[in-house]
T-cell receptor, first 112, second 114 residues
Framework: NAGVTQTPKFQVLKTGQSMTLQCAQD?????MSWYRQDPGMGLRLIHY???????DQGEVPNGYNVSRSTTEDFPLRLLSAAPSQTSVYFC???????????FGPGTRLTVT | AQSVAQPEDQVNVAEGNPLTVKCTYS??????LFWYVQYPNRGLQFLLK??????LVKGSYGFEAEFNKSQTSFHLKKPSALVSDSALYFC????????????FGAGTTVTVRA
């Protein structure tokens, strides 16, 4: 199993540009989540999904969109990038009846 | 609302000495508690969890954690630290009624010196 994969690993955007961060998992997990990691703030939940076609907002959803058309994929879209979105983004997945989450390697995003 | 506090930004210990990373939590009802570790430029790796039962739980790489309900704490411990344990450690809590929401502490950087 590849586990949770994320692309790209690094990205630099200009203010106002849009882009999609990709996330995929091959463990047939129902739950998938996106977090951002900022120094001194831990990880904060952006959006999550409990299955294909079902998504909901987390703690910090503004400026981000998600969709879940398949069990495997959960892309995160930045609509109009802002410097405040400079961060490291992690995707995670979990099975419906399991407890621990599995994290991807992260995407480091810089918005100038 | 649920939350996690890790009161120490940094912990420094000598190799071979005991290592403790502190965590306190706030949640409605009985908590599900977790420790994750992050090595430089890597994702988070699961270390251990407390769901129910014995208050002392054992996890990967020789780590263990003690759940204390009266003090709402879940401190991570290792009897003899290794240089390779140097990393960023996160405590996290989930309430059973909030099945999707895992709340993380700010993290504690552990440095083990040779």
């Amino acid at each position: 199993n590849a586990g949770v994969t994320q692309t790209p690993k690094f990205q630099v955007l200009k203010t106002g540009q849009s882009m999609t961060l990709q996330c995929a998992q091959d463990m047939n997990h129902e739950y998938m989540s996106w977090y951002r990691q900022d120094p001194g703030m831990g990880l904060r939940l952006i959006h999550y999904s409990v299955g294909a076609g079902i998504t909901d907002q987390g703690e910090v959803p503004n400026g981000y969109n998600v969709s879940r058309s398949t069990t495997e994929d959960f892309p995160l879209r930045l609509l109009s990038a802002a410097p405040s979105q400079t961060s490291v983004y992690f995707c995670a997945s979990r099975g419906l009846t399991s407890y621990e989450q599995y994290f991807g390697p992260g995407t480091r995003l810089t918005v100038t | 609302a649920q939350s996690v506090a890790q009161p120490e930004d940094q912990v420094n210990v000598a190799e071979g000495n005991p290592l403790t990373v502190k965590c306190t939590y706030s949640v409605s009802g009985n908590p599900y508690l977790f420790w994750y570790v992050q090595y430089p430029n890597r994702g988070l790796q699961f270390l251990l969890k407390y769901i129910t039962g014995d208050n002392l739980v054992k996890g990967s790489y020789g780590f263990e954690a003690e759940f204390n309900k009266s003090q709402t704490s879940f401190h991570l411990k290792k009897p003899s630290a290794l240089v390779s344990d140097s990393a960023l450690y996160f405590c996290a809590v989930r309430a059973p009624i909030n099945d999707y929401k895992l709340s993380f502490g700010a993290g504690t950087t552990v440095t083990v010196r040779a």
